[in-house]
């Protein structure tokens, strides 16, 4: 089993900053792409960031600039930096792992989500 732990949510004040942190842990072999999504109510999932097992990294064109994702895998965890957030920012924010449970045996998890409110 496979486990993906989000945490770092919150209320922030438009122009603020929060640390979005996602921790697999489980029977793991390996983790490919660590990506970020949200979802804002009445709205579909969107990607916000992704970061790939060599380091590369994608962001949508609306955080790009202002959102930095990162990882760590010794940790096997993977951060999404947000600074100068703004109100359409809000959202619940769920991060997905492609990982190899062994040799060969790729599946993708996700995690439970964590709310990101930006309001005044």
């Known amino acids: 089993q496979v486990q993906l732990v989000e945490s770092g949510g919150g209320l922030v004040q438009p122009g603020g900053s929060l640390r979005l942190s996602c921790a697999a842990s489980?029977?793991?072999?390996?983790?490919?792409?660590m990506t970020w999504y949200r979802q804002a109510q009445g709205k579909q999932r969107e990607l916000v960031a992704g970061?790939?097992?060599?380091?590369?990294?994608f962001y949508a064109d609306s955080v790009k600039g202002r959102f930095t994702i990162s990882r760590d895998n010794a940790k096997n965890t993977v951060y999404l930096r947000m600074n100068s957030l703004k109100p359409e920012d809000t959202a619940v924010y769920s991060c997905?792992?492609?990982?190899?449970?062994?040799?060969?045996?790729?599946?993708?998890?996700w995690g439970q989500g964590t709310q990101v409110t930006v309001s005044s």
């Open positions: 997905n792992a492609k990982i190899d449970v062994r040799v060969g045996v790729q599946r993708s998890y």
């Open positions: 489980g029977s793991i072999f390996s983790i490919n792409d």
């Open positions: 970061i790939t097992s060599g380091g590369s990294t």
